[in-house]
């Protein structure tokens, strides 16, 4: 993975638990293509899922990595 002059690697920064809960839980409201899913019970359950998929991770010692932020893009 380089930066975009190319050459010096970008270094992976540590996902916090809530972190990897949001984006966890954003994958279970919606579908592959980013849509909401239908139904109300969507949005309790993927919080609820996230929140235990998440400290799952954590209890099992797995670390999740992302990547730092893009620096805006000039207009």
């Not at 949001?22 to 949005?43: C, F, I, N, S, T």
């Not at 359950?45 to 000039?74: C, D, I, T, Y």
Request: aromatic residues 2%; negative net charge; proline residues 11%.
């Amino acid at each position: 993975m380089a930066d975009l002059e190319g050459g010096t690697p970008l270094p992976l920064v540590p996902a916090t638990g809530e972190e990897v809960a949001e984006v966890l839980a954003y994958a279970l409201r919606h579908d592959e293509r980013g849509k909401p899913r239908r139904g109300a019970a969507w949005e309790v359950a993927a919080a609820v899922l996230a929140e235990q998929l998440a400290a799952h991770l954590e209890r099992a010692n797995m670390v999740v990595v992302k990547k730092p932020p893009r620096p805006p893009h000039s207009t």
